[in-house]
């Protein structure tokens, strides 16, 4: 039986310790015009305590929640330890953040994660390509809809947020990656902050074309162009390693930060755009630079420098 999130403000979750905060487990969540939905929801450490009653937290959304904390429900027995991160750059003077985690939806992921303007600008060869791993309708609309208009009502009623666009970040890999950029983009008001890692810029099989494809990176350039705006205060990451999927993104990579760039975003002030040779495609390379996203995608909101922490 399917559950709203009006319902789930009673216990009908599971609860676990994660590290030293505490995980909320939240399952089949029904979303109209989706697959079933799932959370899994780490509030950090202190979250409970009576002297942090009166504090409130920024929130980070987080695509593929599944691989984020327990290697027993994650794809290749491999995590993003997004709790142990958040951990360690708090320490390192960084707000502590809630992590609501969403799982995909098995075999809709790569259709509920394409964003719907990419798959509608594309080129007849290139949406072959993308209904090919599709397998089904584009979702990815009703999806951030239902981020933006259900989902993030819901955890600001549940939770001791701070709700506005500043403390509000999206963050993913590959196609999640993908997501991410598109949450951004759509919705400047909501999310003010996004790490867009590994991002599966081919948007579809990558192999099936010889070398990069200049259809796909024209569609996301002009997306860009057309949609992304100033920076308005906004921080974006961007970043791809050089081994397995990854050694396909650089050429993509290069126009979207020239699309970055002329749209007046400044790189390492709102924008980074990083390479880790030698890193592969896979959520241990995202969790080992995790920290460093984070040190530098939620640094204080007032602090409109460039700057790094040393770990």
């Not at 509000?168 to 951004?184: H, V």
Request: proline share 8%; net charge neutral; charged share 20%.
């Amino acid at each position: 039986m399917l559950a709203t999130l009006a319902a789930l403000a009673a216990p009908a979750f599971t609860e676990a310790r994660a590290s030293a905060g505490r995980k909320l487990e939240y399952r089949e969540i029904a979303a109209q015009g989706l697959p079933p939905q799932r959370l899994t929801i780490w509030l950090p450490p202190g979250y409970d305590a009576p002297a942090m009653r009166g504090r409130r937290f920024g929130v980070i959304y987080m695509q593929d929640g599944h691989n984020l904390f327990d290697l027993a429900n994650s794809n290749f027995n491999k995590i993003w330890a997004a709790d142990r991160a958040m951990e360690q750059v708090t320490r390192q003077g960084i707000a502590p953040y809630i992590i609501v985690g969403i799982w995909a939806p098995g075999a809709d992921r790569f259709r509920e994660y394409l964003p719907r303007p990419a798959y509608d600008a594309a080129p007849p060869a290139l949406r072959t390509r993308m209904d090919a791993m599709a397998r089904g309708p584009v979702v990815s609309d009703r999806y951030l809809g239902w981020i933006v208009g259900v989902l993030k009502p819901w955890v600001d009623s549940r939770f001791r947020t701070l709700a506005d666009r500043d403390h509000t970040a999206a963050i993913g890999s590959s196609m999640g990656g993908l997501m991410s950029c598109y949450a951004i983009v759509e919705h400047p008001e909501t999310f003010g902050r996004a790490a867009c890692m590994s991002s599966h810029w081919p948007a579809a099989d990558p192999s099936t074309v010889s070398g990069h494809d200049p259809q796909a990176a024209s569609v996301w350039t002009q997306y860009f162009g057309a949609h992304l705006g100033a920076p308005d205060g906004r921080r974006i990451w961007m970043d791809h390693g050089d081994a397995t999927l990854d050694a396909y993104y650089a050429p993509y990579q290069q126009r979207i930060d020239e699309a970055f760039t002329g749209a007046g975003w400044r790189r390492n002030v709102d924008f980074r755009s990083e390479v880790f040779p030698g890193e592969a495609h896979d959520e241990n390379a995202w969790a080992s630079r995790l920290p460093e996203v984070l040190r530098w995608l939620l640094r204080d909101p007032s602090d409109a420098k460039s700057v790094e922490i040393a770990p």
